[in-house]
């Protein structure tokens, strides 16, 4: 969705650069890629100033529906911008209420949030080491999505956190 509104936005721009242009051609599309690109750096800088307005510190129990539906307009751009094609089989046989674990080894650090896509009434609670909570942007948007960060140092430790993603 969100890369349809940037398409249409700039398209409009393309259109508004190229009027009474003698080069309307590249007055076109350097009034479409500029608006285009100007689009994603907005919206990036919006994630940024999201992120840093959470605190770390503050435990999340639910999973925060504005952060939440930033990251489906993120991962829904990301998904059709670099064309991506996901192949799922079995979803009709997950419930659509109640709790349920839902245990996946994922191949790189796309396919958590990828998860998020084919379950958008599940509040899924994810689990991830700790390491990635100081990623740049990403670490505190994970908070805010209800990630739960795990010590695989102490085991003890990361099945409390385990037991807390069940509740």
């Known amino acids: 969705m969100l890369i349809k509104i940037f398409t249409l936005l700039s398209l409009i721009s393309g259109i508004g650069a190229a009027i009474g242009s003698s080069l309307w051609p590249l ?3 350097g009034g479409f890629v500029g608006c285009f690109f100007g689009l994603i ?22 999973m925060d529906p504005v952060y939440r539906r930033v ?7 990301i998904v059709t911008f670099m064309r991506i094609h996901i192949h799922t089989e079995g979803l009709e046989k997950t419930p659509k209420e ?3 674990l839902l245990v ?4 790189n650090d796309v396919d ?6 084919f379950f958008p009434q599940q509040e899924i609670a994810f689990i991830s080491k700790r390491e990635n909570s ?6 505190k948007l994970m908070h805010k999505i209800l990630c739960q960060l795990i010590n695989r140092e102490n ?7 385990i037991l807390k993603c069940v509740d």
Not at 45 to 60: A, C, G, T
Not at 72 to 77: E, K, N, P, V
Not at 155 to 161: I, S
């Open 112 to 117: 958590p949030p990828l998860l998020m896509k």
């Open 155 to 161: 085991d003890r430790e990361a099945l409390k956190t």
């Open 71 to 77: 990251m489906y307009l993120i991962i829904d751009f």
């Open 41 to 62: 750096v907005l919206t990036f800088l919006v994630v940024w100033i999201m992120s840093e307005l959470v605190d770390l510190k503050v435990p999340q129990e639910r």
């Open 104 to 107: 996946c080894n994922h191949l």
């Open 27 to 29: 007055a076109f599309i």
């Open 134 to 139: 100081s990623m740049f942007v990403v670490g």
């Open 98 to 100: 109640g709790r349920y």
